[in-house]
């Protein structure tokens, strides 16, 4: 059985279009999380990335709650979770490029998912010297440039999305080694990869098998009530 | 460079966009790399290095500036 789910959304439907279509179904601590964003379309991501896990948790993991019937909290750690009228528990854990939208959700395991584009003028030898430790500097001895770029997207994201699972400061965890991540088999790294953009889930291994769906958010938009 | 210019050119945003209640709440701009390279560029242009903690408080432009002024270093 399926423990965690995980969507990628292609971004490629008006995201105002969706606010105005689904503001409703959000709650008290969403809207107000969505009103600090300063721009309109930081409004309009925001807005989008906290509707579509409620549509889905709908449509997917309990058709008998609807999209506003669920409560959204944060954990202590700062980690997201939906809590349907029934009780049933889904961990969730977002990332975003300007593309896509990752969302990824779990009944019985902590998760985090991170998701990043490789940037030519992001200056990573300049990060990994500064931030990892020696042992994750070593990986990059010899290594051309453009090789270089993706084992630090691999090793970013992975620690991204450990520190969203377990409610580590990302600070912290920078300064773990990749190996360490996995602490001894309790936690689980998987990466899905492009030629342009490096995805990292990091979930229980008691989390996992999970399933991996890439929808539109035009398609979600069209679940809307 | 004034800090919110300093940090504008980062996140490569605007500089009004920038004011003291900016944060990685309120700008989406603000993630993760760009964090770190925020902390470089800042350590950079003010010849002072954080500590881990330091980075993980660094999280709005007021907290910042709160950081530097209690090196003594005014922006």
């Avoid at chain 1, 998701?115 to 042992?135: E, G, V, Y």
């Avoid at chain 2, 966009?17 to 470089?40: C, F, Y």
Wanted: glycine letters at 6%.
């Amino acid at each position: 059985m399926t423990q965690a789910q995980i969507w990628v959304l292609e971004i490629d439907a008006d995201l105002n279009q969706c606010y105005q279509k689904g503001h409703q179904v959000l709650g008290a601590l969403e809207q107000a999380e969505i009103g600090m964003y300063q721009t309109i379309v930081d409004k309009g991501l925001a807005s989008f990335s906290r509707i579509v896990p409620r549509v889905l948790a709908s449509v997917f993991i309990d058709c008998s709650v609807l999209p506003h019937e669920w409560f959204f909290g944060r954990t202590v750690h700062g980690g997201r979770y939906l809590r349907g009228p029934s009780g049933l528990i889904l961990n969730i854990s977002l990332a975003d490029t300007q593309k896509f939208i990752v969302i990824s959700m779990s009944r019985s395991s902590d998760i985090g998912v991170d998701i990043d584009t490789i940037s030519h003028d992001l200056n990573w030898r300049d990060i990994t010297t500064r931030f990892f430790p020696p042992c994750d500097q070593k990986l990059f001895d010899d290594l051309p440039d453009s090789m270089g770029a993706q084992i630090f997207m691999m090793i970013w994201t992975a620690k991204e999305a450990f520190a969203k699972a377990t409610g580590i400061k990302f600070a912290n965890v920078l300064k773990k080694s990749l190996s360490g991540l996995t602490d001894n088999g309790q936690w689980s790294i998987t990466w899905f990869r492009d030629d342009v953009n490096t995805l990292a889930l990091c979930a229980h291994p008691n989390g996992l098998p999970f399933t991996l769906k890439k929808i539109s958010a035009a398609s979600v938009i069209a679940l809307l009530p | 460079m004034s800090l919110k210019k300093l940090i504008a050119t980062v996140l490569r945003v605007e500089d009004e966009k920038i004011t003291d209640e900016t944060s990685t709440k309120t700008l989406k701009a603000w993630n993760s790399t760009k964090h770190v390279e925020l902390v470089m560029a800042v350590e950079k242009q003010y010849g002072i290095r954080f500590t881990t903690p330091e980075i993980i408080s660094l999280q709005s432009v007021r907290q910042i500036e709160e950081m530097l002024s209690n090196r003594g270093i005014q922006v």
